[in-house]
């Protein structure tokens, strides 16, 4: 019956996507090719009353499949993109933005921005309105390549001086690739979103032509628009404009400590922990030392010299002005049951020693003053200076037998 023979066709192209899957997992793409050419073939001879027409599937897959086949080619590839360009209307803006990236991947620029351009100027009666979101990605994607077409002929200006004739031209299409460039890439910022890549290149030309007031401006927005999904790269890129202009550490320590209370294991957390140790403020001096802390729960950071550092001299400050050893023991009580088998064990010790001496030191100081003279890494690593005849080891053994009273008092 019709009914049957309808349950019957739809199970065989399941079957055949099925196989399909399986061979792409198993990156048998000859044998994949074979399977789509069967499920394209299916779906152009569903004869059922619902109309099905190209379907993304074949798109997806068979893109996939083209590039990774041993007898794949880009112009294979491209004469593909361009049959799903004309099948499918509504993924019409989709499927060129797909091929622009694969003809940038195979180093073809020039057709990237071509294809670029032949997709803005596509227009289809309504489509067009319900695809306007695809249609700003089309548009700040070509200010992306005329920003490198400008950023290509500043290095030709700047590190190639001409004549006074070609200069002129360089400076002129410069500023041509520029005009183009800012207006798509401002674009794309009136559409809440993750735009990194975009709103770099956007800073960079307005930083270059002097306009900084602009430039900060688009990293607020970016950084503290509640429209915008939570970015932790926002507050990166607001920070490094920051410090590239010499603004306070006030606006420099606002930037980091939402970017700590996003990801507290950040790199730029050195920055902020060594920027709020040296605040007159003790209310930033206490965050100074719990974003040390945390940074070093975190397996990333474990053999990081420059983490180890900061927060040896921190706990050195304190355990030398006798004032805060609280702090210490606040941060202490939540990590004792696990940084020492974390940080501090014997074999660490050996290896730490071994790999790196500084690294040693550092840990070494740090687990003397939270964990005694009796600690394991302690005992090891100074063991280990001291035969060595490493003067700041024996120094660091006397600190930590001198000052066994705060030992006592972060211990309990």
Known sequence: SSHEHKLSFRKSKEVCLSYIQDAMLQKQWERAAEFLTFYTE????????????PSEIIWRIGTEILCHHSQGSIKELNSFIELMKTSGIKRYLKVCLEH?????CNGLIDEAYQNLCLAESWRHGEQTVIQDKE????QAYRGLLDYCSWAKQKNILLEHGQDGLEDMSVEQEMHSCFRKAAVNLKEIMKIPGVWDVFVKCLVDLLEFYGDHAEA???LNDYAYNSKFPANPNAHVYLYQFLKRHGESKKSLISAL????????????MIDFSTMLQKSKKRKKRRLGLEVIFGVLDYAGWKENVKAWSCLARQ????VLSEKHVDWIKQEWNSRKDWWPAFHFSRYLAKR??????SLSYEKALVAGILLGKDCKYFKSVSHQGCKAQVKRFRILKKFVNKHRPVYLRIAG
């Open 42 to 53: 299916s779906v152009e001879k569903d004869f059922s009353r619902d109309y099905m027409g």
């Open 100 to 104: 622009v990236f694969h003809l940038l």
């Open 135 to 138: 249609m700003k990605l089309i």
């Open 216 to 218: 900060r401006q688009v």
């Open 257 to 268: 400590k939402v970017l700590h209370d996003t990801v507290p294991s950040h790199e730029l």
């Open 315 to 318: 706990m050195k400050q304190i």
């Open 352 to 357: 730490n020693w071994q790999e790196n001496e």
